[in-house]
């Protein structure tokens, strides 16, 4: 297994290119499910998790043709895929794969929406909560499903297609609204989703959905109203920034110092996570084409923030936002209300010399002078990531094991970070 080897201290200076949000990349390949002709999709990021729902695609007949890159085109712009479901060949999503990846699970709804079945497997455990998909059924049986669970198999059909109806989510889901959007795209006459999530990435698939076809009114908003259609037509669509990707590296600038600019990206996708950036003392102004992040001198101050759905805290930079304030002057408090065990990265930020108490869903992090190297675990995606920053803040080395939950996610983290300054190498496994 490849380890991450850092040896901190390096302030960060330069540009970072942002790649494609994996978050909006993954429901945006499902989406060609919906639809005979090609969905053309720009700027995807080459991730783990990205490779493999084209693998769970491909199973259900999708042909999927990625551009080769010209000479002379940077590395660093996204991927282009041209994905083709002309004939769905399987409808079942089996175990092995969609444990693998909660977000496969989303395939249900549009399988449903276009061939009247699904046998997709219920995700199982995952390590950040119990993750339950009640609210994606719930969503799924008020636009006609029939649905039953058998032998962990989630099987719905729908032999009439689905009708389109009101959706009211008791709870902000970005998976359930993913895969009822993809489904209503689908369904006879209007769906509107009420408390739908306002996540960006919900944003991004609505307006593919609309380059294919369908009527969309209220994105960006917490009322979605959609008007199904018979068939779906092909697109082109590039995928938007990574904001989680650009709030990491922001956090990690403001945790070494530096000045660094984070391109290709825009400011209103973070919202709140870079006003916390700016309360604890670092410098986010809007430049051309992307974002510049600055901390000079003094060093970072406390926060007190709890996660909520966008445009709040996003639980996905949680935990870097931990790291970045364990060497603040004063004490945080951190609360998660997303998920109940996202705290998997305290006990390896405290043997980097962290000081962090944990009662339930809330973190104290009373700011320490400085963190000291020392070898750590990585965890789940967001955790390891979390890691890395304390890393490029400790004294001395830093090794960071399992780090293929961090190819899950970021895109040549340790080339990006290199090229600012960072001493960070990869040690493969061989
Ligand atoms: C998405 O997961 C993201 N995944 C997660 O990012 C992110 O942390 C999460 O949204 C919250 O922003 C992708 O986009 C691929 P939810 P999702 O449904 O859709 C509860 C990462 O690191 N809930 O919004 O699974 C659930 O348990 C990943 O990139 C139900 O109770 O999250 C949680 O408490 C990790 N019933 C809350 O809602 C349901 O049917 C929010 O979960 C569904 C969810």
């Not at 969309?216 to 917490?222: A, F, K, L, Q, R």
């Amino acid at each position: 297994m490849d380890r991450i080897k850092i040896v901190g201290g390096n302030r960060l200076e330069g540009t970072i290119p942002i790649s494609g949000a994996k978050n909006a990349a993954l429901p945006l390949m499902i989406a060609s499910l919906l639809t005979a002709d090609r969905l053309t999709l720009k700027n995807v990021p080459n991730l783990a998790d990205v490779n493999l729902l084209a693998r769970i695609l491909r199973n259900h007949g999708v042909d999927l043709a990625v551009d080769g890159k010209r000479p002379g085109v940077s590395q660093h712009l996204g991927e282009t895929f041209h994905l083709t479901a002309r004939d769905i060949v399987d409808t079942t999503a089996p175990y092995e794969m969609v444990s693998r990846m909660r977000a496969s699970f989303w395939v249900l709804g549009p399988l449903l929406a276009r061939m009247g079945e699904a046998r997709v497997s219920l995700p199982g455990g995952c390590a950040i909560g119990t993750r339950p998909v009640d609210l994606h059924l719930q969503g799924l049986k008020e636009l006609g499903a029939q649905i039953d669970i058998d032998a962990g198999y989630v099987v719905a059909k729908a032999p009439k297609g689905l009708q389109g109806n009101r959706v009211v989510f008791p709870k902000v889901s970005v998976g359930a609204t993913h895969n009822v959007l993809l489904a209503a795209a689908l369904a006879k006459g209007e769906t509107v989703i009420e408390n739908a999530a306002r996540e960006p990435e919900i944003g991004d698939v609505a307006e593919c959905l609309v380059k294919m076809g369908c009527r969309i009114e209220g994105i960006g908003s917490s009322t979605l109203r959609i008007q199904g259609r018979d068939r779906l037509e092909g697109a082109v669509h590039a995928v938007l920034p990574d904001r989680i990707e650009t709030g990491t590296f922001a956090y990690a600038v403001a945790a070494t110092g530096g000045d660094v600019t984070l391109e290709g990206t825009r400011v209103e996708l973070l919202e709140t996570a870079l006003d916390v950036l700016e309360a604890v003392g670092a410098s986010v102004t809007p430049v051309e084409g992307g974002i510049r992040v600055t901390r000079n001198g003094a060093g970072i101050g406390p926060v007190s923030i709890e996660t909520q759905p966008f445009p709040g805290f996003p639980t996905d930079l949680q935990a870097q936002l931990m790291a970045l304030v364990t060497t603040a002057h004063g004490t945080s408090v951190i609360r998660e209300t997303i998920f109940e065990n996202r705290f998997m990265h305290v006990q390896e930020l405290a043997r980097l010399g962290a000081d962090i108490k944990l009662h339930g869903d809330t973190a104290t992090i009373k700011g320490v002078p400085r963190l000291r190297g020392a070898p750590v675990m990585a965890t789940d995606l967001r955790a390891s990531v979390s890691l890395v920053i304390a890393g490029l803040v400790a004294e001395g080395e830093t090794m960071i094991n399992r780090v293929y939950h961090l190819d899950r996610g970021f895109e040549r983290l340790e080339e990006k970070l290199t090229r600012c300054g960072a001493n960070i190498e990869r040690i493969s496994a061989g």
